[in-house]
Nanobody, 126 residues
Framework: QVQLLESGGGLVQTGDSLKLSCAAS????????MGWFRRVPGKEQEFVAA????????YYADSVRGRFTISRDNAKNTVYLQMNSLKPEDTAVYYC???????????????????WGQGTQVTVSS
């Protein structure tokens, strides 16, 4: 089994920063692109960011582009999401997910990902 574990969430104020981490079990993280999604009650799951296998390409939702940065350290089997200039609308449970090799159709659809973490809560107060 593949296990993903998010951490780093918390309660912050508008304009603050947080850095989320997603640690993957095993030694397989370098084989997969990885993504971050978020969800709030009453809304559908929203794509946040994704990173290619090597880390050389990053993809962002328009709502976070310029504020969030996704990166990875394959030696540590860890993916990061640096979140700056946080806004109340960023409040959500954030999930990391694995995009298997061979998936097609881009990076933003949750249907492209096969394993998910259990999420970490990010709350931004105004």
């Amino acid at each position: 089994q593949v296990q993903l574990l998010e951490s780093g969430g918390g309660l912050v104020q508008t304009g603050d920063s947080l850095k989320l981490s997603c640690a993957a079990s095993g030694r397989t993280s370098s084989t997969y692109a990885m993504g971050w999604f978020r969800r709030v009650p009453g809304k559908e799951q929203e794509f946040v960011a994704a990173v290619s296998v090597s880390g050389g390409s990053q993809y962002y939702a328009d709502s976070v582009r310029g504020r969030f940065t996704i990166s990875r350290d394959n030696a540590k089997n860890t993916v990061y999401l640096q979140m700056n200039s946080l806004k109340p609308e960023d409040t959500a449970v954030y999930y990391c997910a694995r995009r298997p090799y061979g998936a097609s159709g881009g990076y933003s659809s949750p249907r492209l990902y096969d394993y998910w973490g259990q999420g970490t809560q990010v709350t931004v107060s105004s």
